[in-house]
């Protein structure tokens, strides 16, 4: 495996940058992506560096997935390190060098767990896809929108929680999902957007004007947009209308042609700057597995197809996606975008709003090497984090 402090370089690859795609060499130093140019002189000064070989392969920046409750048999509320390094090393292996272990609406004790696990887990070493953070989907939802989240476990927005998490664990919680329409939603979101963490609507029953309150006060997010939320009318705009109108929030989109059909998304990319657009999997601990029974937030969920149902009413229950898939549908789908386009909405849009774009989200000099890269049938042969090998085809 190679580690972050050995020097190597990816040869012969289109390279994928931020405004631009190039042919040549990518060099990593240290961790770090050290140089980029053509391959006449990617190996001049260079001598005893490591060469791999990229085939006319694409270099990408890594996926950064907002949005992702498990995978290979692990679950984020399993709490436990068994079960993250299922997740983690699962979804390294579909191009993910970031992500943000997301929670269920569950009791208070169960949140706190995942927490706690989540930064000892950060603290000991992360052999696979680093976690970034946490990302709290619930419990201050919408009794209307549950979705595939628990309704017992359903609260208003509690901004004594909120505190008590930001000083038991600082900076770990980078986006919390809520409905602004509740009581209590339009303090917490004030307070989140002043503490740098991201206010997210979802699983809410918001009216346009809800929306555009919120957005004043501070929300800048949708999860899993159309999903789980109050629909588009002409004259009851309602979430969807505020979320695809106001471009101060970013919205979420689960790209499986399954919980957002074709056309509903070309209405998105028409209506939603380009850099507003984040591709996430939402995916659930039946990632990867067979079709079967799972679990979700403690609910029954059956899979069929690859498709997660709850057994009880039927609702989706995330989904079984990769961040793999979800780019390669996105730029085989007929959308009319480039490799840049669909590259920025799986890597730097999520980077440029978790404020961490400085360092990671684009492949640029002196950022760090989280790549991955794809043959030219667009699947994922290597994935880099910082430099250090998290998943290599030749390695399997």
């Known amino acids: 495996m190679t580690t972050a402090d050995e020097r190597f370089i990816i040869n012969h690859v289109t390279i994928v940058l931020e405004d631009e795609v190039t042919e040549g060499y990518l060099a990593v130093e240290n961790g770090e992506i050290a140089a ?94 680093p976690l970034i953070g946490v990302h709290l989907e619930g419990p201050f939802i919408s009794e209307k929108w549950p979705g595939a989240q628990n309704p017992a476990f359903i609260r208003d927005p509690q901004l004594p929680w909120l505190q008590e998490w930001s000083e038991r664990y600082p900076g770990l919680v980078k986006l919390v999902t809520l409905a602004p329409e509740k009581d209590g939603s339009r303090e917490a979101i004030a307070w989140l957007a002043s503490q740098g963490i991201i206010a997210s609507a ?125 780019f390669r549908f996105m730029l085989n789908g007929g959308f009319g975008l480039s490799l840049s386009d669909v590259s920025a909405m799986s890597s730097g849009n999520a980077a440029r709003e978790l404020g961490i774009y400085d360092r990671t989200g684009s492949i640029a000099a002196g950022k760090q090497a989280d790549l991955v890269l794809l043959d030219s049938s667009l699947n994922v042969t290597h994935t880099w984090a910082a430099g250090r090998t998290i998943y290599s085809a030749e390695q399997q």
């Open 36 to 129: 980029i140019g053509k391959e006449a002189d990617g190996l001049a000064g260079r001598e005893g560096w490591n060469v791999i070989d990229g085939g006319g392969g694409i270099l990408l920046p890594g996926f950064i997935d907002l949005h992702v409750h498990g995978g290979f048999g692990g679950d984020f509320m399993y709490a436990s390190r068994e079960s993250f390094d299922k997740i983690t090393a699962f979804h390294a292996r579909h191009g993910t060098t970031g992500m943000l272990a997301t929670t269920m609406t569950a009791s208070k004790e169960a949140i706190d767990a995942v927490l706690e696990a989540v930064a000892e887990y950060r603290l000991h070493g992360m052999a696979h896809t």
């Open 202 to 326: 979802g699983h809410t029953d918001a009216l346009y004007d809800d929306v555009i309150g919120a957005a004043n006060a501070g929300l800048s997010h949708a999860v899993h947009t159309y999903n789980a939320m109050r629909g588009l009318h002409h004259r009851q705009p309602g979430t969807l209308g505020a979320v695809l109108t106001d471009d101060r929030i970013h919205a979420e989109l689960i790209a499986d042609g399954e919980h957002v059909h074709p056309a509903a998304i070309k209405l998105m990319l028409a209506a939603k700057p380009k850099n507003r657009v984040i591709l996430i999997t939402d995916a659930i601990e039946a990632a990867g597995m067979p079709d079967g029974e799972y679990e979700l937030g403690g609910l029954a969920v059956a899979v069929q197809g690859g498709t997660a149902r709850l057994i009880e009413g039927g609702a989706l229950a995330g989904s079984s996606l990769t961040m793999i898939s979800a």
